[in-house]
């Protein structure tokens, strides 16, 4: 399976956190996924600015720390993600598999492309990523919960750690259990999980006999018994309350008896996460018998009070996280399936002629900016007003597709606005930078459409940095646009206009990187015939 989890590595190591699963999504729903191409779009997509080059192998030296390079291997071309080692360096392929080769056996493979990232801009210092957040929330429970161990249990310290130990290695594992039965995997877990052909997790889990309940699993219980277990450890002295800590380690026996014997001879394949649960039950039973005591006293009952009303509340807290996660995990991947519909051309194709139609005749007539190469094949008509809020996104969206695109794109300019409407002081904004597009000036028409769309300056500021009084060119021109608007009742803003259509309200400029190649073939097509 070719998932490419190297990806986050090699995002995390250039401090883009934030992007990390969203990558993988906009990747795995690319058209071309799991291609470079697709790659390197992506990469687009974000703005993650990117290199991809052939070089010379005596170059390898010279090359960044970590890069995306092209190998040859006994399936074909493969992307790998490349360490470089004192000594040697390191590959990693798109199934997760590692291998450190010399630099020499690296040169043999190597076909001389590589795929490079600038590190993010943003210095880490300013935020945490999410992992990082949950690593200081971990480690914060983890010191106050061992602070209240030593301090209730100092009669019997030695005994306590152990058990202790035992309950936050549970803990670990029922955590990982219940992430890989939900299909959050981790790489490294999911490895140990299938380390040989008699292992599966995912089978032992998937089985009917691993639900207690019809949505009661073995994990969930054995995470709700891990985690009530130990808030109730740290709160409670672990001496005086041996009766309930015996009675717990009786009750695990049929457990551990029921779990290997399940999966050695009904299902015939084996868990090593729950054999590593079955584990830390068996080695709290060895201590609890060192103590063992069925004594039953008044503290002991209050103890026994206070552990059920911990489990209600792990219980409810826990289904409530679980199916909140699920419902995530189920969203994206429906949204992965939307974007995969939404990146494919004949349903964008259909989307846009299934939208308003043009006179195009008419709007090719309109003088209007042209920004970009007037060459360029693929024509998109931006209908903007400069009192309009959006247009800002819009506008900055397409100067960034051109710059992506400058020999593919150009964009124009549709001035939605009524400059005969004295109360809009606005208005002046397209009214200048007209006078400039047809005074010859056009680097000051462009300069200043983006103070005001991208830079978004205030009125009074773009005014004594622009207005010159002097807006002869604009008589004509922008009352022609404004009444073109009218006659094809285009009463909103921003609209884009692509091959005679608006474009329809599901995709934003920047989703026209997907179809560049399309719309050019398209257009080509069109002029032959």
Known sequence: MKNFTYLKKYLRKNQYYNLEDEFHMQLE?????????AILDTFNFFEIENLAVKVEKEE????????????????????????????NLTIEFSNGFKKKISKDEYLTIWTGIIVAIEANPINESHFLSS??????????????????FFLVNKDNLITGIFYYLLLL???????????????????????ICNVTEKASCKDVMSSKGANVFENVSLSDIS?????????????????????IYSIIGVFSIPIILYSIYYQGFIIKKWCLLCLGIDTVLLLQLIIISFNFSLELNSIAIISFFSGILIVILFYFSGYEI????????????????????????FVFKALLKNNQKIDEEHLNSLQTIVIGKMESPITLFLVLSASCGHCHTVYEKAMKLVKKNPNEIKIQLIFNINIENTENPSNLIYKQASNYY???????????????????????????KWENNHLEYTSKMIPNQYNWCLDNAIHFTP??????????????????????????????????N
């Open 29 to 37: 729903s690319h058209p071309n996924f799991p291609s470079l191409y």
């Open 60 to 87: 390898l030296e010279n090359l960044p720390h970590s890069f995306l390079s092209v190998v040859n291997s006994d399936t074909g071309k493969e992307i790998v993600f490349t360490e470089k080692n004192k000594n």
């Open 131 to 148: 992992n990082k957040k949950h690593n200081v929330i971990i480690g914060a429970v983890f010191v106050l919960s061992t602070s209240l």
């Open 169 to 191: 290695t549970g803990l670990i594992i029922s955590y990982f259990l219940v992430r890989e039965e939900m299909g959050l995997h981790n790489d490294s877990i999911s490895k």
């Open 223 to 243: 995470i709700l018994y891990f985690s009530s277990l130990t808030l109730f450890f740290v709160l409670n002295s672990f001496n005086l309350n041996s009766f």
């Open 322 to 345: 679980k199916n909140r996660i699920q419902k995530i995990s189920k969203y994206e991947i429906t949204e992965i399936q939307n974007q995969k519909l939404k990146r494919n051309y």
């Open 438 to 464: 047809w005074s010859g000036e056009v680097h000051k028409a462009i300069a200043s459409l983006n103070d005001w769309h991208i830079e978004t300056m205030d009125m009074e500021k773009w005014k004594s």
């Open 495 to 528: 609209a884009i206009i692509l091959n005679g259509y608006i474009m329809p309200k599901e995709y934003q400029i920047n989703d026209l990187n997907y179809f560049i190649d399309e719309l050019i073939e398209e257009k080509l097509s069109y002029i032959e």
